[in-house]
């Protein structure tokens, strides 16, 4: 009876510590913000703060928001001198593909006027292209949300839209993630940092508004709750 006791004990102790991992998600994302933006940042908001991982998703306002296009090659280079510059610094990159918009939405925030020579449609698949060579280049994870949103049919004006529209919301955004939108983009995250087998110990969500969300809804929060799963 007392060595069944032992066992018992033994197998107790053993299998008790589940998800000892501490995972640690910090939220850098600014809203408006362009990758030369995150440049400047760049040392203050992520080096500094000796990541193990950083998530980049950049794109969006430096293709969309009219008040100052930033163009495709210079929005390459941005992205490749952020990739390098937090590789030097010992932490893993996985890239995001930006999501696309509903061009009809993004509109009432911005003249169409100044999308004459290519549409929003257009700028932010040039956006996912040129992360996608980027990712091969550099041979780092990438995750295409872009182009699962379109496959999934889920970045419409429908009221299953992840993207907040009129139907899920009440507002004419188009650009934007809905609460269920954060929790599928840090669901992807967090099965992407799984299968790759990076380090969580700290993890920095890097970029613009679509990353930091409102205080409430925003990815990193998701994520760390993914992570502790």
């Known amino acids: 009876m007392f060595k069944s006791f032992l066992i018992s ?23 408006g913000n362009r ?16 990541p193990t991982a950083v998530i980049l998703m950049v794109g969006t306002n430096d293709r969309l928001n009219s008040g100052g296009f930033i163009t495709a090659e210079n929005y390459r280079k941005n992205v490749i001198t952020l ?8 932490a893993k990159v996985v890239l995001i593909t930006p999501p696309p918009c ?33 990712s091969k280049q550099k041979k780092i994870p990438l995750i295409d949300f872009h182009q699962y949103l379109i496959q999934h049919k889920i970045a419409d004006q429908k009221k299953s839209s992840i993207l907040r529209n009129i139907a899920n919301t009440g507002i004419k955004d188009g650009v934007h993630l809905t609460p269920a939108g954060y929790q599928l ?27 930091q969300g409102s205080a409430k809804v925003n990815y990193p929060a998701y994520l760390k709750e993914q992570l502790r799963e």
Request: proline fraction near 4%.
């Open 83 to 90: 990739i390098d510059k937090i590789q030097a610094g010992g």
């Open 35 to 50: 990758s030369s933006q995150l440049l400047k940042r760049l040392n203050r908001d992520v080096l500094a703060h000796h």
């Open 9 to 31: 004990l033994t197998v107790c102790v053993f299998v008790s510590p589940v998800n000892t991992i501490a995972a640690e998600v910090i939220n850098a994302g600014v809203g």
């Open 185 to 211: 983009l840090a669901k992807l995250v967090a099965q992407k940092l799984t299968a790759e087998k990076i380090d969580v110990k700290k993890v920095i969500c890097f970029g613009d508004s679509l990353t």
């Open 102 to 134: 509903i061009p009809e939405l993004l509109f009432n925030r911005h003249d169409p006027k100044k999308f004459a020579d290519q549409s929003p449609v257009e700028r932010m698949q040039e956006v996912r292209t040129i992360l996608l060579e980027t």
